[in-house]
Nanobody, 123 residues
């Protein structure tokens, strides 16, 4: 069955960097757009970034644009999120997700989800 296994995350000071990874299996990775979402305590899950199947297109939430970079390796079936210039407001559980259709920016647009990984940014 489809599976997304996340790694990375942790605790970092404001201004620091972290890299999240997501390994896919059980489905044809190259046929899916891949996204990142995050959920802070008491808040709804929100869109962070999405990358197209071909890697040509990326789209970011305004709050992370210029600081975060999404990438994928279709040969290795992996997705990554490089996060630079981290701020305390970036603290959340981060999720990777796979979407068979286009490049959705809503939770409902995704078919498969990773288990989530905690990112904590201290001030």
């Amino acid at each position: 069955q489809a599976q997304l296994v996340q790694s990375g995350g942790g605790l970092v000071q404001a201004g620091g960097s972290l890299r999240l990874s997501c390994a896919a299996s059980g489905f044809t990775f190259k046929d899916y757009a891949m996204g990142w979402f995050r959920q802070a305590p008491g808040k709804e899950r929100e869109f962070v970034a999405v990358i197209s199947r071909s890697t040509i297109k990326q789209f970011y939430a305004e709050s992370v644009k210029g600081r975060f970079t999404v990438s994928r390796d279709n040969a290795e079936n992996t997705l990554a999120l490089q996060m630079n210039g981290l701020k305390p407001e970036d603290t959340a559980i981060y999720y990777c997700a796979a979407a068979e259709n286009r490049m959705p920016t809503t939770v409902e647009g995704y078919d498969y989800w990773g288990q989530g990984t905690q990112v904590t940014v201290s001030s």
